[in-house]
């Protein structure tokens, strides 16, 4: 760890369409490379559009952690 830089600033922010290109290819690599998920093959950004329709009908938050206009994170 490099504790001579300060990490870059980050922001919690509600995810929009436009994000969730970024989001599949973060949870696409998860899948493919973590042992975190079961699912196989990853899903589609075509699914995970959906799924984002179907939290945010629910009233829950669908959330993304923006780094410099960088998706590095999610949550819902």
Not at 40 to 47: C, F, K, V, W
């Amino acid at each position: 760890m490099d504790y001579g830089n300060p990490p870059a600033p980050f922001i919690v922010r509600d995810a929009t369409e436009a994000d969730m290109a970024a989001r599949q290819a973060l949870y696409a690599h998860n899948v493919l490379q973590g042992p975190a998920s079961s699912e196989e093959p990853p899903p589609t950004l075509a699914e995970m559009l959906e799924r984002r329709r179907i939290v945010l009908g629910m009233g829950i938050p669908y959330l993304v952690a923006d780094v410099g206009g960088v998706i590095a994170g999610y949550s819902y």
